[in-house]
């Protein structure tokens, strides 16, 4: 049944052809059911729901098991080889398809624990992408506070220096060293006193208002930093489902193709092994049983086909006859005249009627 031969001429013939069919109808069954495991796992990927992986893994075996029992039916054998190998051709190209379809989800099972590290390899990669792709949108804004927030503490730097310098001369005008180099607290010395105590003044101003300034400026570098690890959290899963069919098949790509070419031409072998058998094998009993009643249908119909051939002819030369014989009764033509003058009598008044209407 498998193998899609008429199981009542097989029950009629030897013991050798019936294991010949049951060997070609098991190798169907079995493609088939590899077909389902292939297809279920392949689907698990996608759903990743056993349920659903399962049912439609069955509905892709079955039909891939009608398929090649179709395949192998079809291939009937004949006195030609070549002409075997022809009809062969278009059906082999299909089983070499399918192989390849069957093959590669066992070989992403087989091959799963190397898939999967080079999968992590690629994550870990597209982690460090996508957070500096993230870090590029949150950059140039961060730096831009930083800066100021440097120009803001520079500028309290810069303060500071000038008012030490300052400390530093009324101080050395009081002890005689600079300036004046008269030793004591003179006007001198009381002026430039003044200037220092301005300009620390002015410091301390500068330190409040800097520091509410840079206070500002690094919570909305906290802001950012924040949205910024915001993003790479939400966008993380995202990366880390990227264990898909397709990216499966890409990451079975990089690994070494030799094992992979093997595989497929296991499943090759077994796809196109039932074909390869009725090419192989030699015209046998069940052939010529089945080869004997495709003749004798073929027969029956052309003996048909003729008859009705020569029952047309017959009834087309009758027909010429009984016409030719009709066309010289007069009876027959006074009859037709009559007809014809009462259907013009017929479309004379009608005409008149319509003419009248549109007159008025």
């Not at 087989?110 to 870090?135: P, S």
Request: proline content about 2%; hydrophobic content about 40%; charged content about 25%.
């Amino acid at each position: 049944m498998c193998s899609g031969a008429d199981t009542d001429i097989l029950q009629n013939s030897s013991k050798a052809e019936q294991t010949k069919y049951a060997g070609i109808g098991g190798t169907v069954f079995f493609t088939a059911v590899m077909a389902f495991i292939a297809s279920s796992y392949a689907l698990y990927t996608v759903f990743d729901n056993y349920l659903t992986a399962i049912f439609f893994g069955l509905v892709w075996g079955l039909l891939i098991f009608n398929l090649d029992r179709f395949i192998v039916s079809t291939i009937k054998k004949s006195d030609s080889k070549w002409k075997e190998i022809w009809q062969a051709t278009p059906r082999i190209i299909l089983a070499i398809i399918i192989a390849v379809v069957i093959s590669k989800p066992l070989e992403m099972k087989i091959f799963e624990k190397e898939i999967n590290q080079v999968l992590l390899k690629q994550k870990n990669e597209l982690t460090l992408a996508n957070k500096d792709q993230i870090a590029a949108q949150f950059t140039p804004e961060i730096t831009a506070f930083q800066n100021e927030i440097n120009q803001l503490k520079q500028e309290i730097v810069t303060k500071e220096t000038e008012s030490n310098a300052l400390y530093d001369t009324y101080i050395s005008e009081a002890e005689g060293t600079a300036g004046t180099k008269l030793l004591g607290k003179g006007p001198v010395y009381k002026e430039k006193r003044e200037k220092h105590d301005a300009a620390l003044a002015e410091l301390q101003q500068l330190k409040i208002e800097n520091k509410t300034k840079i206070t500002e400026k690094e919570n909305q570098i906290t802001v950012l930093t924040k949205q910024q690890d915001s993003q790479v959290t939400t966008t993380q899963p995202i990366i880390d489902g990227f264990d898909g069919l397709m990216a499966r098949i890409n990451a079975l790509n990089d690994l070494p193709w030799l094992p992979s070419f093997f595989i497929f031409l296991l499943f090759l072998a077994i796809e196109t092994s039932p074909i390869l058998a009725k090419l192989i094998a030699p015209k046998g009993e069940y052939d010529f049983k089945l080869q004997d009643i495709e003749n004798a249908v073929k027969t029956w119909v052309t003996q048909k086909v003729n008859q009705r051939e020569q029952v047309l002819k017959a009834d087309t030369i009758l027909n010429e006859n009984i016409y030719n014989d009709l066309a010289d009764e007069e009876e027959l033509y006074k009859y037709k005249k009559q007809k014809a003058r009462e259907i013009m009598q017929f479309q004379a008044d009608a005409f008149y009627k319509s003419q009248k209407n549109v007159i008025g």
